[in-house]
């Protein structure tokens, strides 16, 4: 069953459709990405989905219900959507006191969320000091106050640092490993796709993909490989039915494979590599490939 | 309800404005009752007399009133400037109970300040007043006019925080409140020429319960209070239906 269902979904401000007939179900335990660019309406339905904004038409549901109907929504969605939303004078540990009292969440469990966001010693400084990546970890934490099933993620890496962004990253993989469910959205599939088993793509509000990102990668992939004894690599590739080329003396591309399936091929061939990695430029490329599809142009 | 209101009380208790509002309420409570006993009886005040604390104990109810008048505009509006209404509304989904919430407290902030202020007021006063062998005013007089004071701080806190939440935005509303106040009150006394339309209209209304009923009032206490109760209500009212209603984007 789907924990979250987008049925129709369609958001009209005046004559701006941001959100446009969206109909979308969100399986549990995966981490899934909102991927689009700029204005592609990412924000707004997340809002939807969160009862922050209302629907023109259609439904957004979290276990069957309206996020505004949830009986205590804290301890079902946790959600982090913008940087900004503190109160410049107010504690970081405070603010989330304050979430917590009105959720009846207990101060222990305060000071537990931020010492998983790594903000411990930060916590009775005001949030006004805080860097955008304190921020962003302030926010993570009050969405893991009432430690929810479901975690929506709005741009979680703007303002963090590499450190903080692979941080993330494992913490985000680590969620969903426990059966919980994390929404992430994004306008970069690079940032995200070493985190995400699924993606959902936008652009101008509509739908044009949905599917496992392995699925959307298929056949896009190329997998640089630095080895010594590069042509007998493409040989032993090109034997196991993955086309490679020998891009120079001791670098192979692996046009259409997974990482995973390269690797199996050099300790099968017993070659030695110096170096393997997929490359993103192809990830952004099926990016583009997907949004400018509908519209002709990137947003 | 019971944790909404410990939320917002603890809102409260966090930031420093609240705090600087309690002390501006003391030290005006302090100030008008020093400024008053040292003017009386010079450039045209009347003297001090029997009457005179009654008088004192009134006298910081503006500062009050503005005062408790503006954090139920913060308390509500703010939460746009600050953005803090989306994690707020992410924890409390439920809107009207959020700002039924708000409105409670923020009615018992204004009433906690104008108890700070007359409390301030009459341990300044009565002293000074004996000191100087003036005659003090019956203890159910100053009741009145203290319990008048804390009712109509305590609405205009409520009001405050339902033309928060109606406006949306803090700016707008503490200018509309004070050029309504300060401006069109009188304006519409002036054109109607009625002046007993003045204790009928929201601000009139409220100065009129902060006397706890005074013979020069136009109105009597109970119209007055209905008047000022209604006003709140409709502010309250609306506020509830324009928070249910708008998308935070």
Same mark, same amino acid.
């Given at each position: 069953?789907?924990?979250?269902?987008?049925?129709?979904?369609?958001?009209?401000?005046?004559?701006?459709?941001?959100?446009?007939?969206?109909?979308?179900?969100?399986?549990?335990?995966?981490?899934?990405?909102?991927?689009?660019?700029?204005?592609?309406?990412?924000?707004?339905?997340?809002?939807?989905?969160?009862?922050?904004?209302?629907?023109?038409?259609?439904?957004?549901?979290?276990?069957?219900?309206?996020?505004?109907?949830?009986?205590?929504?804290?301890?079902?969605?946790?959600?982090?959507?913008?940087?900004?939303?503190?109160?410049?004078?107010?504690?970081?540990?405070?603010?989330?006191?304050?979430?917590?009292?009105?959720?009846?969440?207990?101060?222990?469990?305060?000071?537990?969320?931020?010492?998983?966001?790594?903000?411990?010693? %930060?916590?009775?400084?005001?949030?006004?000091?805080?860097?955008?990546?304190? #921020?962003? /970890?302030?926010?993570? *934490? =009050? $969405? &893991?106050?009432?430690?929810?099933?479901?975690?929506?993620?709005?741009?979680?890496?703007?303002?963090?640092?590499?450190?903080?962004?692979?941080?993330?990253?494992?913490?985000?993989?680590?969620?969903?490993?426990?059966?919980?469910?994390?929404?992430?959205?994004?306008?970069?599939?690079?940032?995200?796709?070493?985190?995400?088993?699924?993606?959902?793509?936008?652009?101008?509000?509509?739908?044009?993909?949905? %599917?496992?990102?392995?699925?959307?990668?298929?056949?896009?992939?190329?997998? #640089?490989? /630095?080895?010594?004894? *590069? =042509? $007998? &690599?493409?040989?032993?590739?090109?034997?196991?039915?993955?086309?490679?080329?020998?891009?120079?003396?001791?670098?192979?591309?692996?046009?259409?494979?997974?990482?995973?399936?390269?690797?199996?091929?050099?300790?099968?061939?017993?070659?030695?590599?110096?170096?393997?990695?997929?490359?993103?430029?192809?990830?952004?490329?099926?990016?583009?490939?997907?949004?400018?599809?509908?519209?002709?142009?990137?947003? | 309800?019971?944790?909404?209101?410990?939320?917002?009380?603890?809102?409260?208790?966090?930031?420093?404005?609240?705090?600087?509002?309690?002390?501006?309420?003391?030290?005006?409570?302090?100030?008008?009752?020093?400024?008053?006993?040292?003017?009386?009886?010079?450039?045209?005040?009347?003297?001090?007399?029997?009457?005179?604390?009654?008088?004192?104990?009134?006298?910081?109810?503006?500062?009050?009133?503005?005062?408790?008048?503006?954090?139920?505009?913060?308390?509500?509006?703010?939460?746009?400037?600050?953005?803090?209404?989306?994690?707020?509304?992410?924890?409390?989904?439920?809107?009207?109970?959020?700002?039924?919430?708000?409105?409670?407290?923020?009615?018992?902030?204004?009433?906690?300040?104008?108890?700070?202020?007359?409390?301030?007021?009459?341990?300044?006063?009565?002293?000074?007043?004996?000191?100087?062998?003036?005659?003090?005013?019956?203890?159910?007089?100053?009741?009145?006019?203290?319990?008048?004071?804390?009712?109509?701080?305590?609405?205009?806190?409520?009001?405050?925080?339902?033309?928060?939440?109606?406006?949306?935005?803090?700016?707008?509303?503490?200018?509309?409140?004070?050029?309504?106040?300060?401006?069109?009150?009188?304006?519409?006394?002036?054109?109607?020429?009625?002046?007993?339309?003045?204790?009928?209209?929201?601000?009139?209304?409220?100065?009129?319960?902060?006397?706890?009923?005074?013979?020069?009032?136009?109105?009597?206490?109970?119209?007055?209070?209905?008047?000022?109760?209604?006003?709140?209500?409709?502010?309250?009212?609306?506020?509830?239906?324009?928070?249910?209603?708008?998308?935070?984007?």
């Amino acid at each position: 069953m789907s924990v979250i269902a987008l049925d129709g979904l369609t958001k009209r401000f005046g004559d701006i459709v941001a959100v446009d007939d969206l109909t979308v179900q969100l399986g549990r335990g995966r981490v899934i990405g909102l991927l689009g660019p700029n204005g592609a309406g990412k924000t707004t339905t997340l809002r939807l989905l969160l009862g922050l904004v209302a629907p023109t038409s259609g439904s957004a549901t979290i276990d069957g219900q309206p996020y505004r109907a949830l009986d205590e929504p804290i301890r079902r969605v946790g959600a982090v959507l913008e940087a900004t939303s503190f109160h410049p004078g107010r504690r970081a540990r405070d603010h989330l006191r304050v979430l917590a009292t009105t959720a009846g969440i207990a101060d222990q469990r305060v000071d537990e969320v931020l010492a998983e966001v790594g903000l411990e010693r %930060a916590a009775r400084r005001r949030v006004g000091g805080f860097s955008l990546g304190m #921020r962003q /970890r302030l926010g993570l *934490a =009050a $969405a &893991l106050l009432g430690d929810p099933d479901v975690l929506v993620l709005d741009e979680p890496t703007n303002g963090l640092d590499p450190e903080g962004i692979h941080w993330l990253r494992d913490f985000l993989r680590a969620y969903a490993a426990s059966g919980r469910t994390v929404l992430v959205s994004s306008h970069l599939l690079a940032e995200v796709a070493q985190t995400v088993d699924e993606v959902v793509v936008l652009t101008g509000g509509r739908l044009v993909a949905h %599917a496992p990102l392995s699925e959307l990668l298929r056949g896009r992939t190329v997998v #640089r490989v /630095r080895t010594p004894d *590069a =042509a $007998a &690599l493409r040989t032993a590739l090109d034997a196991r039915g993955i086309h490679a080329e020998l891009s120079t003396a001791d670098l192979v591309l692996a046009h259409g494979a997974t990482s995973e399936a390269v690797g199996r091929a050099i300790a099968a061939t017993g070659l030695v590599a110096y170096e393997i990695s997929q490359q993103h430029r192809d990830l952004e490329q099926a990016f583009l490939d997907l949004t400018t599809t509908t519209t002709g142009a990137p947003q | 309800m019971k944790n909404l209101i410990r939320s917002e009380l603890l809102k409260q208790r966090t930031v420093r404005l609240p705090w600087i509002a309690a002390a501006t309420a003391a030290i005006a409570g302090a100030l008008t009752a020093i400024a008053i006993i040292t003017t009386a009886g010079h450039a045209g005040n009347p003297p001090l007399d029997r009457h005179s604390l009654t008088q004192l104990v009134h006298g910081p109810f503006a500062i009050v009133a503005g005062a408790a008048l503006l954090l139920g505009i913060l308390g509500t509006a703010g939460e746009s400037r600050h953005q803090t209404i989306t994690s707020t509304l992410l924890v409390a989904s439920r809107r009207g109970r959020l700002l039924t919430a708000k409105v409670l407290v923020h009615a018992g902030l204004g009433a906690g300040l104008a108890l700070v202020a007359c409390a301030v007021n009459l341990a300044v006063s009565i002293p000074w007043l004996s000191s100087h062998d003036v005659p003090l005013a019956g203890l159910t007089d100053v009741a009145r006019v203290v319990a008048g004071s804390v009712a109509a701080a305590a609405l205009f806190g409520a009001a405050g925080a339902g033309l928060g939440a109606l406006l949306a935005n803090q700016t707008a509303a503490v200018t509309v409140s004070l050029v309504w106040l300060l401006a069109v009150e009188g304006l519409v006394v002036n054109i109607t020429s009625t002046p007993t339309l003045h204790d009928q209209l929201p601000g009139g209304a409220l100065g009129v319960i902060a006397q706890g009923a005074s013979e020069s009032a136009h109105t009597p206490l109970w119209a007055a209070a209905g008047c000022a109760v209604a006003y709140t209500g409709a502010l309250v009212a609306a506020g509830t239906r324009r928070l249910i209603d708008r998308d935070v984007t």
